[in-house]
């Protein structure tokens, strides 16, 4: 009994059907009872099957639950319904007992809700019911006629009948209110607990209609309340999201309990936890509790959870938790690989101390304690032994309920950092120091490629000494430079650095800074380098060149001093050499034609004292003239085609008289193997080789001087001249390849000479491209030996044949115009070229040659450069611009054989040059090659 008392108390269908049932058991009962009282049973039918309509409509509309308009208009033609009855079968009926239906029926159609209509709609039926009783007993004629039993019944049973109608109806309406009260509190109750626990329930039928809608806010529901009012599920959601609820929601049915599942929201992306509870009515109608619950937020940060903690067994930066005692109770990866541990091993449950070390892992627990955070740098030990540095940070990790939970520990491996760190200080350091003790300052610029903005990033310290200005005033005023520049050098610094920074190229430039009371020379230079598409970055050097500006303008005014002297010099040389080659001219041209004319023998030992007098006195003046030549860099060496033996046998006869005289063997080995037709300069090798055999002959008393010659791998031959003289001591040997220098002064008394000799021999190797040698022992004797490139002369490189000087008719037929101004050297070479065949002309100057020329053609011109009036130089001008010369073959005569004085007498049109004084073998070797 219980049970169901207690499910109707919270059942309002329950209630209102019991009430219906009540209401029909009573109905039945007056009519049971009318039934044994009246005289109509017909009456009693009609009665019996109104009353049985009207509970069954009752019954329907409480089940149905129409809306109040609905249940107004039912109860108003029941009213009509009951009156009609009342009127038509009359007062006999029994029709009024039916009135305290209507009135219960009043109640059950309208709950506590509508109480004030209930009451207005009672009030009505009593006053129709009053009426009809009065309208219908008629007492006025009762009290006149007279009372009868049948009527005296009804005045009795009709007001005990409404009288136990009404107490019956007032129990039941008390009943129904508290059952109301009640309903209304535990409405309330679970309104209240839906809005506590933030969850949406919905009410729906079998078919997912909506019945109830209970949240504490409507902005939490999947779609807005409007549309749940207005739209049926199926329509509202989609089909899959539908069918879905319709499957749980048979299940839970099936299995009477609640059934759980999840679903995003097309709508708002939410996702909802849904919780199905199965619901059955008094009638027996399904229904179902639908409790929606948001768990995004619980769903994200469980998501965030497991990602954080992926994050973290993944993260590379070594993680460890440890309780507040100090013992780890989780470590990712990185921290297992930080230490080394094995995979069959763990961090978890060892103590902290046991990897960070008691004494940090007491001074960690000490700052956490305290502040809650710790950093340190520390030396750490892997399990394998090795040890490592590492940053260690670690916070404490507390919560507001429970307090401390631990400390998390955060490790990383910085031993390459901390390398990496020590050299940038060391690079810093060095930087710095470069930067300060640099001969200059060294800078950064920054700029665009147009150079409409630039500024300078950084400066050294030696700005301040170099260019007199702070470097971070440099820095704030990049323009400060530019305005302490010479105006003249301003303009060109802005164009060029603006051209290099369009090119993208390297920067150079020198300019003048006021400096004080000072101008001193700057040199910039920078190279560019790229840091993206628009801005450029020079990083360079400002040096104070002042004093090598000043060094540089002192050598080339020494340089201008030298080049002067060397200029007075060469033409001091050249007089001198003109000068005294003249004289010399006619002494050798006499001695030489006096020795072929047959003198006596008296006479041909004189003539040859004075031919060997002039020859040496030529010697010394060649010398001279070859170290200066020399000296200048002027001598080029030819690469002729020549015999090697042949040379070599005219340097050994040359020399054999005086080695004769002396007592010496004099012999040359030679190879027969070796080819001896090469290409090269055999005047300077003569010379070489000359030098070499006169020094040996000169400095050997007894004995013998050898020349050997061998060739080397290649092309490569090695000569070498030993003899068995005096020697040279070794602290003296580097002296003798001086120039005016000899071993030592008592042989410059003994033997004489200038001492020039072994210079220009070693400048004339230097040039072959060889390096002469010296192998000597005092008293036993000395070597010289040096190696020169002789390639093999080909078969098509003929070496010319020397013309006999006995051969009177060598210049047979020839015309030769002889231009000297001196009366000495004009005899001397006509009656040479006259032996020769020759038919000699002469002209005493420039003028006169052309005169000459003029006047006749001529075959060979010997012209001579320093003339009065008009030089060789002019007259030759003059006689090819002229055309007098008609292929005639000119050849200058000059004392002065210096290079410029060639380059010039070939540039004006001379074919050969042949110095003073003439040598009649050498000028026969001219010639010869014209009138063969």
Known sequence: MKPWFRRLRHDENAMRVALTNVTAALGAAVLIFFALIADTPGAIRVQAGVIGVMFGVSIALNQAGHSRSGRGLYLFALCATVFGLSTVLGHDSGAPMLYPVVILAAYVLFDTRHRSLSHWLTALVVCLTLADILFQLRPPDAWLNGWNPGNNLRWIIVPIAVLSSGVLIHLLIR???????????????????????????????????????????????????????????????PESLYDLFRQHAYKAESTGEHVQFGYTSPTNGHYYEVDIIPLRSASGSRRYSVALRDRSHERARAQRMRINDEIIRKSWTAVLFADASGIITYANDAAHQLYAVEDNDTLTGTELARWLGPEDTRKALDDLR???????????????????????????????????????????????????????????????????????????????????????????????????????????DKSLLLRRMHPEDRENVIHELRRVAEANSPWRQEFRLRVGDEERWIRGNSTPINWDGDTLVYQGLLMDITGEKRYRAMLLEKKSQAEAISRIKSEFLSTMSHEIRTPLNAIIGLSHLLLEENPREDQVENLNTLAFSAQNLLSLINDILDYSRIEAGRIELERIPFDLRTLVDSLVK????????????????????????????????????????????????????????????????????????????????????????QADESITRAFGGTGLGLAITRGLVDLFGGHLTLESEEDVGSTFAFEVNLPEAGDADQTGTEPALTNQHLLDGQSILLVDDNQVNLLVARKLLTRWGAEVHTAANGMDAIEACRQRRFDIILMDLQMPLMDGFEATTELHEKKLVDGAYIIALTAATTEDVRERALKAGMDDVLAKPINPRELAARLHPLVS
């Open 175 to 237: 009943q129904v209110e508290t059952s109301q009260r009640e309903l209304m509190r535990n409405r309330e109750k679970l309104e209240a607990i839906i809005t506590t626990m933030n969850d949406i329930v919905f009410e729906v039928d079998e078919d997912l209609g909506l019945l109830n809608i209970w949240t504490s806010d409507d902005s939490k529901l999947p779609y807005p309340r409007s549309l749940y009012e207005s739209m049926h599920p199926r329509d509202l959601l």
């Open 654 to 741: 040359a020399h054999l008289p005086i080695a004769r005289e002396k007592g010496l063997r004099l012999r040359a080995r030679i190879p027969d193997t070796l080819a001896t037709r090469r290409l090269g300069d055999p005047t300077r090798l003569t010379q070489i080789l000359n030098n070499l055999l006169s020094n040996a002959i000169k400095f050997t008393q007894e004995g013998s001087v050898e020349l050997r010659i061998r060739e080397d791998e290649g092309m490569t031959i090695h000569f070498s001249v030993t003899d068995t003289g005096c020697g040279i001591p070794a602290d003296k040997q580097a002296r003798i390849f001086e120039r005016f220098t």
């Open 370 to 476: 305290v502040s809650g955070t710790y950093q340190a740098e520390l030396e750490q030990t892997r399990a394998n032994g090795s040890v490592f540095s590492a940053w260690v940070s670690a916070s404490s990790i507390r919560d507001e309920d429970s307090g401390l939970l631990g400390h998390a520990f955060f490790l990383r491996d910085n031993t390459q950092e901390k390398m990496d760190r020590t050299r940038v200080v060391v690079s810093e350091r060095r930087f710095r120091s470069m930067t300060e003790h640099t001969p200059g300052v060294v800078y950064e610029v920054q700029c665009t490629r147009d150079l409409s903005n630039w500024w300078f990033s950084f400066v050294s310290s030696q700005a301040t000494r170099i260019l007199g200005v702070d470097p971070q005033e440099l820095v704030e």
